[in-house]
């Protein structure tokens, strides 16, 4: 595919994240580029309306997107939550034009097509809106971690008017989904230089809030 060979060709992996975005491209040759970079690919490829970008993540988003897995794991086990991770599986949706592969992505409680919970660790912004490409995959709760902060959002069906701005989606304080969690020690512990040290930071947060 000359488009695929074309940015092979002139991406560098390398700091900082690497993203291409073009526009009028027809959900065909989505669907084509999806086929040719495979499953093993190192890009995370997005549409929305005719909008597709590509990324390929440096070592600081993989670093960032770890801890934050690794974390949110340890929420899982020690809440005794049921989850089925879905990692960055594409999610798609022809009818609305819409197609994407998150950094992390859950179902919690019961395992479905498409997650619950998304997760997005953003190094530099692109030009699809997210928030409105999550809303038409159905997912109901999306996280932003951008510059060392944890930003929630969760869905609202009942006023999408009033929430326009935002595509349907309301900033909150605390995650609907899981809530448990102590967003300020999450983000405290994902700051943590040392994996180790932050995971069993975390869990003592976590054994505190819940005895």
């Given at each position: 595919m000359v488009?695929?060979?074309d940015w092979s060709s002139r991406l560098a992996l390398d700091d900082p994240e690497e993203r291409r975005v073009l526009s009028q491209v027809s959900w065909a040759q989505y669907q084509a580029l999806l086929t040719d970079l495979g499953d093993a690919s190192p890009y995370r490829v997005h549409y929305l309306d005719g909008v597709l970008e590509l990324v390929a993540s440096n070592r600081r988003h993989e670093t960032e997107k770890k801890r934050f897995s690794n974390l949110v794991h340890i929420y899982f086990l020690e809440t005794d939550t049921d989850y089925f991770p879905m990692g960055s599986t594409t999610l798609r949706q022809p009818d609305r034009q819409a197609g994407g592969e998150p950094d992390e992505s859950y179902c919690v409680g019961t395992?479905?097509?498409?997650?619950?919970?998304?997760?997005?660790?953003?190094v530099t912004s692109g030009s699809i809106n997210r928030l409105e490409l999550y809303h038409r995959l159905g997912v109901l709760e999306v996280w932003f971690w951008q510059r060392n902060r944890l930003t929630p959002y969760h869905?609202?069906?009942?006023n999408p008017a009033q929430f326009a701005d935002t595509a349907g989606y309301e900033p909150i304080d605390r995650s609907e989904l899981l809530p448990d969690l102590d967003i300020d020690l999450l983000t405290r512990c994902i700051l943590n230089?040392?994996?180790l040290a932050a995971a069993k930071a975390f869990r003592r947060g976590l054994q505190a809030l819940t005895d």
């Open positions: 488009l695929l060979n395992d479905k097509a498409i997650p619950a919970l998304v997760v997005e660790v953003i869905r609202r069906e009942d230089p040392s994996p």
